[in-house]
């Protein structure tokens, strides 16, 4: 019997904002635009029907859970069997590489995550329509292949781009499309900064393994790019994400109280000057899991302005 304590090491919990946060924002902007009209020839009419579904909001989140905890699961063993986790590896404990889990369990058990997330989907499609199987397709294959299969482009500097692509638009998007089967202006539009900050929490993961990656063969974009630019990218992706935020509520192209979220830049400058004065484990550790929290705090008060207006 594997421990509990083990699977939970796979499952990387400081990394599972990533899910929660974009399903958070896509919810806040479907009780943002209040109520939709039920058609009716003969009164007495209905009510409005308001626009936010709490069933698709907490299955959309189970399935998007399942999705990343999915993603870990298998990085985990795809990154083992490629020798990418070894000794030199700065972080923390792999569960595979260290021997607390089989391949073969873990490989199970991404299975297991990504039959939940399937459940999850047919619920949300039966509600919002067959795209949502769609989705949830693509994303199962591009989990698998992000380090898994004959040529995994998580090891090709691709990695940052399928991160902002489905843990950034696709799941912001979507988590707005489950309640009312509709995709306004401002799901996509604050998909941007929430995909940024998403995409800046495995740029700093990247930045603490360069070395390692690289000696195992590994290519990320960080890789490619060497620790000086993808330091700046981090900041572009940081510091680009609060600027969009802000001109997007101040145009009137978002709800106006999303600048609410410009509060959380507070929190951006120390996480900064960690990542770019050391190539330590600890402090860029620390650093990582700052990241992830800054990009839930956006979320949260993304989500909490969005559903004001």
């Not at 308001?50 to 959309?60: L, P, S």
């Not at 998403?198 to 990247?206: E, G, H, K, Q, S």
């Not at 940081?238 to 935020?245: K, N, R, S, T």
Request: net charge positive; proline share 6%; aromatic share 8%.
């Amino acid at each position: 019997m594997i421990p509990a304590r083990a699977w939970m090491l796979a499952a990387r919990p400081a990394t599972l904002w990533a899910a929660v946060v974009p399903v958070v924002v896509g919810g806040g902007i479907a009780w943002g635009n209040g109520r939709k009209p039920i058609a009716c020839l003969t009164p007495p009419c209905p009510e409005a029907a308001r626009i936010f579904r709490w069933d698709a909001f907490v299955v959309t989140l189970i399935a998007a859970l399942a999705i990343q905890v999915a993603a870990n699961f298998s990085n985990d063993a795809s990154d083992a069997a490629r020798g990418a986790d070894d000794e030199r590896r700065i972080g923390p404990t792999r569960a595979v590489a260290s021997g607390l889990i089989p391949a073969r369990r873990m490989w199970a058990g991404v299975w297991v995550m990504f039959l939940i997330a399937a459940a999850g989907g047919v619920y949300l499609a039966v509600i919002a329509g067959p795209i949502i199987i769609v989705i949830g397709v693509v994303a199962i294959l591009a989990t698998l292949g992000y380090v898994g299969g004959p040529r995994p482009y998580g090891y090709m500097g691709l990695g940052e781009l399928f991160v902002f692509v489905f843990f950034g638009v696709v799941a912001t998007v979507g988590s707005r499309y489950v309640h009312d089967s509709t995709a306004p202006a401002a799901a996509w539009l604050l998909s941007i900064p929430v995909g940024f900050l998403v995409t800046a929490i495995l740029v700093a993961n990247n930045i603490r393994d360069i070395d390692t990656d690289a000696a195992s063969g590994k290519r990320t974009l960080a890789v490619m790019l060497g620790r000086a630019r993808t330091v700046r990218l981090f900041d572009g992706l940081v510091y680009g994400a609060f600027l969009l935020i802000g001109v997007l509520a101040a145009a009137g192209w978002t709800p106006r109280w999303t600048a609410l979220a410009l509060a959380g830049v507070v929190g951006a400058p120390s996480i900064s000057r960690t990542i770019r004065s050391t190539a330590e484990g600890p402090p860029l550790i620390r650093a990582l899991k700052g990241t992830a929290r800054l990009h839930l705090v956006v979320g949260a008060l993304l989500a909490l302005g969005a559903g004001i207006a």
